[in-house]
């Protein structure tokens, strides 16, 4: 069975950054197309950043140019390097597939973006 575990949110003031981690476990887990989500509070998950199939990336709207996905296949973790970070960017991040079907969801990390 795979165990996402999520870490790196914290409190920042706007303009700063964070990075974040993706940890997995288990045998079935597969590092391609993986997803970074994240939940407001009142509202829907939401992807921000992804992996697409072929290896490519795709990030939301509101943070291209602020946001940016990687992994390290040998330690199966994925990671979001997240700069600029404003109010709206408030809420608890999870990593998951990116195409549905999904793994068991982690209990994300919060982050919180305020002066």
């Known amino acids: 069975q795979v165990q996402l575990v999520e870490s790196g949110g914290g409190l920042v003031q706007p303009g700063g950054s964070l990075r974040l981690s993706c940890a997995s476990s288990?045998?079935?887990?597969?590092?391609?197309?993986m997803g970074w989500y994240r939940q407001a509070p009142g509202k829907q998950r939401e992807l921000v950043a992804s992996?697409?199939?072929?290896?490519?990336?795709n990030y939301a709207d509101f943070v291209k140019g602020r946001f940016t996905i990687s992994r390290d296949n040998a330690k199966t973790t994925v990671y979001l390097q997240m700069n600029s970070l404003n109010p709206e960017d408030t809420a608890v991040y999870y990593c998951?597939?990116?195409?549905?079907?999904?793994?068991?969801w982690g209990q994300g990390t919060q982050v919180t973006v305020s002066s």
């Open positions: 998951n597939k990116a195409y549905g079907n999904y793994y068991g």
């Open positions: 992996f697409t199939r072929s290896g490519s990336t």
């Open positions: 288990g045998s079935a887990f597969s590092i391609y197309a």
